[in-house]
């Protein structure tokens, strides 16, 4: 399996929070994405990066910010957490952009 | 705006049948096609197309993409219980990440 891990696994949180999830790599692939993950619209992607301090939105990043200050570190931060954000975020990593992508395990939040 | 089609949303089939799973796609710039499988966690990779007619193979599973008819399958043979997960399609154009398709829920039944 690739080195991904992602953190927390598991959080609830309340509306009006700020959240902060972490994506970690060891492989030093270039490359990193955050999808979330609802029943009925499958993977959509938030954010990705192409390289530190590097990054762009995708198909739903309002919201959602990242960093990436580090290679082997892609942060998806929520300024103040709602319910529609509730979701499976998943992080993957790609070595070359064009690429097959390898997803860490997931983190599932939930915001109340 | 590129789109990825999957069909059909789920199926059920009992162990022993073949499936086969369909993956339309309108892309701009295609690259190349990409198969997952889904089970209750992170989706794994099965196969990236990326020439016309060139099936990839591994055991029972194998895929073919139709790049003049934009389109790629997904066969299963000989169906097993741990064959059942969501199987997702995705598309790379190159400049712009992976597209991925709303995916088919297979669940085969002993």
């Known amino acids: 399996d690739a080195g991904i891990t992602q953190s927390p696994r598991h959080k609830v949180t309340e509306t009006g929070t700020p959240v902060t999830l972490r994506c970690h790599q060891t492989e030093n692939h270039r490359y990193m994405y955050w999808y979330r993950q609802d029943p009925g619209h499958g993977l959509r992607l938030i954010h990705y990066?192409?390289?530190?301090?590097?990054?762009d939105k995708g198909e739903v990043s309002d919201g959602y910010s990242v960093s990436r200050s580090k290679t082997e570190d892609f942060l998806l931060t929520l300024e103040s957490a709602t319910s529609s954000q509730t979701s499976v975020y998943f992080c993957a990593i790609d070595e070359t952009g064009v690429g097959e992508q390898y997803f860490g395990p997931g983190t599932r939040l939930t915001v109340t | 705006e590129d789109k990825v089609v999957q069909s059909p949303l789920s199926l059920v089939v009992h162990e022993g049948d073949t499936v086969t799973l369909n993956c339309s796609y309108e892309v701009t710039n295609f690259r190349s096609l990409l198969w997952y499988k889904q089970e209750k966690k992170a989706p794994t990779f099965l196969f990236m197309l990326t020439s016309s007619g060139i099936e990839k193979k591994s055991g029972r599973l194998s895929s073919i993409l139709d790049k003049k008819e934009l389109f790629s399958i997904l066969n299963i043979t000989a169906t097993q219980t741990g064959d059942s997960a969501v199987y997702l399609c995705?598309?790379?154009?190159?400049?712009?990440?992976?597209?991925f398709g709303k995916g088919t829920r297979l669940s085969v039944i002993a």
């Open positions: 990066s192409y390289g530190v301090k590097d990054t």
């Open positions: 995705a598309t790379n154009s190159g400049n712009t990440p992976l597209v």
